[in-house]
């Protein structure tokens, strides 16, 4: 008799998540905090604390020119890069992530940074760490530099997903090789009016490029707008409200507490709505 051995990738494991929620009926939940914050050595507890509730939990690596980021993420990547968080401790802060919670873990990047770093160093850097994939919000997906990008990550097992954005559906589609991000309303992050009935539409015209899950962010402040949007697509990305979630007593102690009780708010919510792919495409 043959015994087939299955090697568990953290790709793999991201694949794994979203076949677990499609199984479950309900959207994934997919959690950011940018690395760093509120300072280094709270991070990884922060970080910690929210991958008991996320079923992906996504690491922002932090940038002085956050073109898309509102003002609670800005903030706080300010406040990151104060406290001396370089892409190196960005890397040890996902070391550390990846080798302490169960979760798969996504780097968040704009493209200044892996350029000037080198996408084949990146991407390697990122291979090392064991996180599983990397988000590329403000690269075009069709463009010059997600080719070299995507060359290196294929060599390092690292996915990759683009953001949908206006005039991008097709090329994130084509390109992205695991989730993609569809963007839940225009703007920043924490900011926009949500249009259900036209991410509705968006949604449908990427299930018809696609099989590959669909995930959508950017103004989705409330457990309720996350029931919203969730039987819409595969996955809801919560960044600002917990980035809010994050305090300091008066004491200057961290207190993870608020963001403990909100991502389990978030959590619950999404468990009890019908969410993600329907099961005819789910099967194919």
């Given at each position: 008799m043959t015994t087939v051995t299955t090697t568990?990738?953290?790709?793999?494991?991201?694949?794994?998540?979203f076949r677990r929620t499609r199984?479950?009926?309900?959207a994934a939940l997919i959690g950011y905090l940018p690395a760093g914050?509120?300072?280094i050595s709270?991070?990884?507890?922060?970080?910690?604390?929210?991958?008991?509730?996320v079923d992906v939990l996504e690491v922002g690596l932090p940038y002085g020119k956050p073109a898309l980021d509102g003002p609670d993420i800005t903030r706080a990547t300010r406040t990151?890069?104060?406290?001396?968080?370089?892409p190196a401790v960005v890397m040890e802060i996902l070391r550390e992530t990846t080798a302490t919670t169960s979760v798969p873990v996504v780097l968040m990047s704009y493209w200044e940074p892996i350029r000037s770093i080198g996408p084949e160093a990146m991407a390697a850097a990122v291979a090392a760490t064991g996180a599983a994939g990397v988000i590329l919000p403000d690269l075009h997906p069709s463009g010059r530099g997600a080719a070299r990008w995507l060359t290196a990550a294929a060599r390092h097992g690292i996915a990759t997903t683009f953001l949908a954005g206006e005039g991008q559906l097709s090329d994130a589609a084509a390109n992205s090789t695991n989730w993609i991000y569809l963007p839940a309303s225009p703007g920043?992050?924490?900011?926009?009016?949500?249009?259900l009935a036209n991410l509705r539409h968006r949604a449908r015209q990427v299930r018809q490029l696609t099989h590959a899950p669909i995930c959508t962010g950017m103004g989705i402040?409330?457990?309720?707008?996350?029931?919203?949007?969730?039987?819409?697509v595969d996955g809801v990305v919560v960044g600002s409200a917990f980035v809010r979630a994050v305090q300091r007593t008066a004491?200057?102690?961290?207190?993870?507490?608020?963001l403990d009780h909100r991502a389990a708010r978030y959590a619950a919510t999404l468990r009890e709505v019908p969410g993600g792919r329907p099961p005819a495409l789910a099967a194919s």
């Open positions: 568990i990738t953290p790709t793999t494991r991201l694949d794994a998540a199984k479950a009926g309900r914050y509120p300072d709270s991070s990884i507890e922060a970080l910690r604390t929210l991958s008991w509730h990151a890069l104060a406290s001396g968080t370089t920043t992050t924490g900011t926009g009016v949500l249009d402040s409330s457990p309720e707008l996350a029931a919203a949007v969730a039987p819409v004491g200057g102690r961290v207190d993870l507490g608020l």
